[in-house]
C-alpha cells in the first residue's frame, strides 16, 4: 500500500514568530483530529528547519521537510545548504525540483538528478516536482513533457532507489494561481505517470509509488482530488499557512 502523504510547502513566507505558531497549532491539531494513515510534511524556510525538527515526534504523524539542497555534499557555495547537513538535523523529507526553484534558479533535469542522488544518499525522502506550462498544456505535448523531467531526472536510480522517492505532479498554471487542475485531468496526468513508472520499474514499484498532485489545492477542492485513485495525496502552497484550511486538506487525504 502507499503512503497518503499531505506536504505543506511554506516557500518563503512567515516570520519567526508566526512561523512557531503556524507549527505549533498545526502540530496540536493533527495530534488532536487526524486519526489516519496520512503523513503531513511541513517544509518551513530553511532558517526555521532545526527548530522545527525538535517540536516532532520521530516517526510521528508530522514530519519537517526542505525545500531545496544542494547537489554537492559540502563545499564553497556560499549561501547553500546540503543533504548531509539536513541529515545531520533529523530532517526527514526535501522538495526538488519545484517549478519556481527551475524558473528563477535555472536548475535542470540533469542537476536535480544530482541534487536526487545525494538526497537519496543521505537518507533523506525526495518529493520530486515534476509539471508543464500552460501553453504546453494548451499547444504541446504536455504529458510526454512531464514523463521526460521524471526519465531525465529519476529513471537512472535503481528500483530500490526509486521506491524511496515521492512524486508531485504540480501543473505551473495552476501553482499561486487559483486554478487547480480538475480532479479529471490531476487523475490523468497521474495515471499516465503512473504507467510511465510501470514502464522502468515494473508495476509493483508504480503501485507503491506517492504521487501527490500540486496547484490551488485547498480546503475547498482537496476532497474531490484525493479522491481520485491515483492521487496520493497533495503538495500544498497557498493553503498550507493557515491551519485550520491546512488541517482540512490533511483530513481529505485520510
Ligand atoms: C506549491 O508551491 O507547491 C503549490 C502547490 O502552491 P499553491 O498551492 O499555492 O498553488
Excluded at 498545526?26 to 503523513?39: A, L, Q, S
Excluded at 556560499?78 to 519556481?100: D, K, N, R, W
Excluded at 474531490?224 to 499557512?241: K, N, T
Aim: proline share 2%; net charge negative; charged share 20%.
Amino acid at each position: 500500500m502507499r503512503k497518503k502523504i499531505v506536504a505543506g510547502n511554506w516557500k518563503m513566507n512567515k516570520t519567526a514568530d508566526e512561523a512557531q505558531a503556524l507549527l505549533s497549532e498545526v502540530i496540536n491539531m493533527v495530534k488532536d483530529e487526524v486519526t489516519g494513515d496520512v503523513k503531513v510534511v511541513l517544509c518551513t524556510p530553511s532558517i526555521y528547519l532545526a527548530s522545527a525538527q525538535q517540536q516532532v515526534t520521530p516517526g510521528g504523524k508530522v514530519s519537517i521537510g526542505a525545500q531545496n539542497c544542494h547537489e554537492k555534499a559540502s563545499g564553497a557555495y556560499t549561501g547553500e545548504i546540503s543533504a548531509p547537513m539536513l541529515q545531520s538535523i533529523g530532517i526527514e523529507y526535501v522538495i526538488l525540483g519545484h517549478s519556481e526553484r527551475r524558473q528563477y534558479f535555472g536548475e535542470t533535469n540533469a542537476q536535480l538528478a544530482e541534487k536526487v542522488n545525494i538526497t537519496l544518499q543521505n537518507g533523506l525522502i525526495p518529493i520530486f516536482c515534476c509539471g508543464e506550462s500552460r501553453d504546453l498544456r494548451e499547444n504541446g505535448d504536455y504529458i510526454g513533457f512531464v514523463k521526460d523531467q521524471i526519465t531525465e531526472s529519476l529513471f537512472h536510480l535503481s528500483a530500490e532507489s526509486f521506491g524511496n522517492v515521492v512524486i508531485a505532479y504540480e501543473p505551473i498554471w495552476a501553482i499561486g494561481t487559483g486554478l487547480t487542475a480538475s480532479s479529471a485531468q490531476a487523475q490523468d496526468m497521474h495515471f499516465e505517470l503512473r504507467q510511465h513508472i510501470a514502464g522502468q520499474y515494473g508495476d509493483t514499484v508504480a503501485q507503491d509509488t506517492t504521487i501527490l498532485y500540486g496547484g490551488s489545492a485547498n480546503a475547498q477542492n482537496a476532497a474531490e482530488l484525493f479522491a481520485r485513485p491515483d492521487v496520493d495525496g497533495g503538495l500544498i502552497g497557498g493553503a498550507s499557512l493557515k491551519a485550520a484550511d491546512f488541517l482540512t486538506v490533511v483530513k481529505a487525504a485520510q
